[in-house]
Protein backbone atom coordinates (compact mmCIF):
# COMPACT_ATOMS: atom_id res chain seq x y z
CA UNK A 1 0.00 0.00 0.00
CA UNK A 2 2.81 2.33 -0.28
CA UNK A 3 2.89 4.49 -3.20
CA UNK A 4 5.66 6.70 -2.31
CA UNK A 5 8.46 8.02 -0.02
CA UNK A 6 7.04 11.10 0.56
CA UNK A 7 9.43 12.84 3.28
CA UNK A 8 12.30 12.34 5.31
CA UNK A 9 11.91 14.66 8.41
CA UNK A 10 14.51 16.43 10.37
CA UNK A 11 14.07 17.64 14.21
CA UNK A 12 15.22 21.42 14.18
CA UNK A 13 15.57 24.01 16.83
CA UNK A 14 15.48 27.07 14.44
CA UNK A 15 13.32 26.63 11.36
CA UNK A 16 14.55 29.82 9.31
CA UNK A 17 18.27 28.44 10.50
CA UNK A 18 17.39 25.19 9.22
CA UNK A 19 16.12 26.41 6.08
CA UNK A 20 19.15 29.33 4.80
CA UNK A 21 20.90 26.05 5.45
CA UNK A 22 19.74 23.83 3.26
CA UNK A 23 19.68 26.29 0.68
CA UNK A 24 23.37 27.29 0.98
CA UNK A 25 24.59 24.07 1.02
CA UNK A 26 22.61 21.78 -0.90
CA UNK A 27 20.14 24.48 -2.89
CA UNK A 28 16.84 22.71 -1.62
CA UNK A 29 13.78 25.66 -1.88
CA UNK A 30 11.11 25.97 0.30
CA UNK A 31 7.55 24.15 -1.53
CA UNK A 32 5.34 24.75 1.56
CA UNK A 33 5.48 25.84 4.76
CA UNK A 34 2.70 25.62 8.16
CA UNK A 35 2.24 25.81 11.49
CA UNK A 36 0.39 22.80 12.79
CA UNK A 37 -0.86 23.10 16.34
CA UNK A 38 -2.05 20.28 16.99
CA UNK A 39 1.60 18.75 16.37
CA UNK A 40 3.09 21.09 18.13
CA UNK A 41 5.57 22.41 15.17
CA UNK A 42 6.48 24.93 12.53
CA UNK A 43 7.12 22.89 9.45
CA UNK A 44 8.87 23.41 6.38
CA UNK A 45 8.65 21.16 2.81
CA UNK A 46 12.23 21.31 1.11
CA UNK A 47 12.57 20.11 -2.78
CA UNK A 48 15.25 19.77 -5.30
CA UNK A 49 14.80 22.74 -7.67
CA UNK A 50 12.45 22.19 -10.96
CA UNK A 51 11.29 19.24 -9.46
CA UNK A 52 7.64 18.61 -9.99
CA UNK A 53 6.29 18.51 -6.64
CA UNK A 54 5.29 14.59 -5.78
CA UNK A 55 9.27 13.55 -5.25
CA UNK A 56 10.27 12.74 -2.03
CA UNK A 57 10.88 16.03 0.21
CA UNK A 58 12.76 16.89 3.40
CA UNK A 59 10.31 18.09 6.19
CA UNK A 60 12.27 20.33 8.39
CA UNK A 61 10.27 20.62 12.14
CA UNK A 62 10.70 23.12 14.63
CA UNK A 63 8.57 22.54 17.70
CA UNK A 64 6.30 25.38 19.10
CA UNK A 65 6.84 24.03 22.68
CA UNK A 66 8.92 21.96 24.73
CA UNK A 67 7.01 19.48 26.14
CA UNK A 68 5.60 18.86 21.84
CA UNK A 69 6.75 15.66 20.36
CA UNK A 70 9.56 17.71 18.36
CA UNK A 71 10.74 19.46 21.60
CA UNK A 72 10.97 16.26 23.53
CA UNK A 73 13.42 14.37 20.71
CA UNK A 74 15.61 17.33 20.50
CA UNK A 75 15.81 17.52 24.34
CA UNK A 76 16.71 13.95 24.21
CA UNK A 77 18.55 13.10 21.08
CA UNK A 78 18.99 16.45 19.69
CA UNK A 79 18.75 17.38 16.09
CA UNK A 80 18.84 15.26 13.67
CA UNK A 81 16.23 12.51 11.81
CA UNK A 82 13.20 11.81 13.16
CA UNK A 83 10.87 10.16 10.94
CA UNK A 84 10.63 8.44 7.89
CA UNK A 85 6.85 9.00 6.14
CA UNK A 86 5.49 6.70 3.53
CA UNK A 87 2.61 7.85 1.40
CA UNK A 88 -0.26 5.54 1.04
CA UNK A 89 -3.76 6.35 -1.05
CA UNK A 90 -5.82 5.28 2.30
CA UNK A 91 -4.44 6.35 5.67
CA UNK A 92 -6.78 4.29 7.44
CA UNK A 93 -7.01 1.07 5.40
CA UNK A 94 -2.94 1.11 5.94
CA UNK A 95 -3.24 1.37 9.77
CA UNK A 96 -5.83 -1.24 9.89
CA UNK A 97 -3.87 -3.55 8.16
CA UNK A 98 -0.35 -2.57 10.17
CA UNK A 99 -2.75 -3.17 13.09
CA UNK A 100 -3.82 -6.72 12.30
CA UNK A 101 0.00 -7.65 11.59
CA UNK A 102 0.39 -6.53 15.46
CA UNK A 103 2.21 -3.29 14.80
CA UNK A 104 1.30 -0.16 16.93
CA UNK A 105 -0.25 2.96 15.76
CA UNK A 106 -0.19 6.08 17.83
CA UNK A 107 -3.30 6.89 16.70
CA UNK A 108 -7.17 5.51 17.21
CA UNK A 109 -7.97 7.58 13.84
CA UNK A 110 -5.94 9.45 11.24
CA UNK A 111 -4.59 13.14 12.67
CA UNK A 112 -4.42 16.00 10.26
CA UNK A 113 -0.83 16.40 8.79
CA UNK A 114 0.75 19.17 6.20
CA UNK A 115 -1.36 20.57 3.60
CA UNK A 116 -4.16 18.73 4.84
CA UNK A 117 -3.06 15.49 4.64
CA UNK A 118 -4.51 12.44 6.97
CA UNK A 119 -1.33 10.62 8.85
CA UNK A 120 -0.73 8.25 11.32
CA UNK A 121 2.44 6.79 12.75
CA UNK A 122 3.70 3.10 13.48
CA UNK A 123 5.79 3.15 17.40
CA UNK A 124 9.00 3.15 16.51
CA UNK A 125 9.73 0.22 18.66
CA UNK A 126 7.83 -1.63 16.20
CA UNK A 127 9.62 0.20 12.84
CA UNK A 128 13.27 -1.24 13.88
CA UNK A 129 13.77 2.25 16.30
CA UNK A 130 12.02 4.25 13.17
CA UNK A 131 9.28 6.60 13.28
CA UNK A 132 7.12 5.52 10.40
CA UNK A 133 4.19 8.05 9.37
CA UNK A 134 1.79 7.45 7.12
CA UNK A 135 0.78 10.15 4.82
CA UNK A 136 -2.85 10.02 2.43
CA UNK A 137 -2.18 13.03 0.48
CA UNK A 138 -5.20 15.89 0.24
CA UNK A 139 -7.55 14.45 -2.73
CA UNK A 140 -7.22 18.15 -4.09
CA UNK A 141 -3.58 17.51 -4.60
CA UNK A 142 -2.21 19.45 -2.26
C1 LIG B 1 11.11 8.51 20.45
N1 LIG B 1 11.80 7.40 20.19
C2 LIG B 1 12.15 7.39 18.91
C3 LIG B 1 11.63 8.58 18.37
N2 LIG B 1 10.99 9.25 19.35
N3 LIG B 1 12.83 6.51 18.17
C4 LIG B 1 13.00 6.80 16.87
N4 LIG B 1 12.54 7.95 16.28
C5 LIG B 1 11.86 8.84 17.00
N5 LIG B 1 11.41 9.95 16.43
C6 LIG B 1 12.14 6.35 21.14
C7 LIG B 1 12.65 6.91 22.45
O1 LIG B 1 14.02 7.15 22.36
C8 LIG B 1 12.30 5.82 23.42
O2 LIG B 1 13.27 4.81 23.35
C9 LIG B 1 11.01 5.26 22.86
O3 LIG B 1 10.97 5.65 21.48
C10 LIG B 1 9.77 5.79 23.53
O4 LIG B 1 9.93 7.12 23.66
P1 LIG B 1 9.20 7.93 24.81
O5 LIG B 1 10.18 8.82 25.44
O6 LIG B 1 8.42 7.03 25.66
O7 LIG B 1 8.14 8.69 24.03
P2 LIG B 1 8.17 10.13 23.52
O8 LIG B 1 7.44 10.95 24.50
O9 LIG B 1 9.52 10.54 23.11
O10 LIG B 1 7.27 9.98 22.23
C11 LIG B 1 7.68 9.24 21.14
C12 LIG B 1 6.55 9.28 20.12
C13 LIG B 1 6.21 10.76 19.84
C14 LIG B 1 7.03 8.56 18.87
C15 LIG B 1 5.34 8.54 20.71
O11 LIG B 1 7.33 11.43 19.31
C16 LIG B 1 5.06 10.93 18.90
O12 LIG B 1 3.89 10.89 19.31
N6 LIG B 1 5.34 11.15 17.60
C17 LIG B 1 4.30 11.29 16.57
C18 LIG B 1 3.98 12.70 16.28
C19 LIG B 1 5.14 13.52 15.78
O13 LIG B 1 6.27 13.03 15.67
N7 LIG B 1 4.86 14.82 15.51
C20 LIG B 1 5.85 15.76 15.01
C21 LIG B 1 5.87 15.71 13.56
P3 LIG B 1 13.97 4.20 24.65
O14 LIG B 1 14.71 5.34 25.27
O15 LIG B 1 12.82 3.73 25.48
O16 LIG B 1 14.83 3.12 24.12
S1 LIG B 1 4.38 16.35 12.87
C22 LIG B 1 4.34 15.80 11.24
O17 LIG B 1 5.24 14.95 10.91
C23 LIG B 1 3.39 16.26 10.36
C24 LIG B 1 2.40 17.26 10.76
C25 LIG B 1 3.35 15.74 8.98
O18 LIG B 1 4.32 15.15 8.51
O19 LIG B 1 2.31 15.92 8.31
Redesign the pocket.
Known sequence: FVTAID?V?IAVPDLDAAIAFHAEHFGLEVAHEEV?EE?G?R?AMLRAPGTAGTETAI?L?APLREDS??G??LA??GPGL??L?YRVSDVDAAAAALRAQGLRL?YDEAKR??SD?R?N?V???DAG???V?L?EPAKDGH
Open positions: HGNQVEQLAIKFKSQQALGTSVFHPKGVLEV
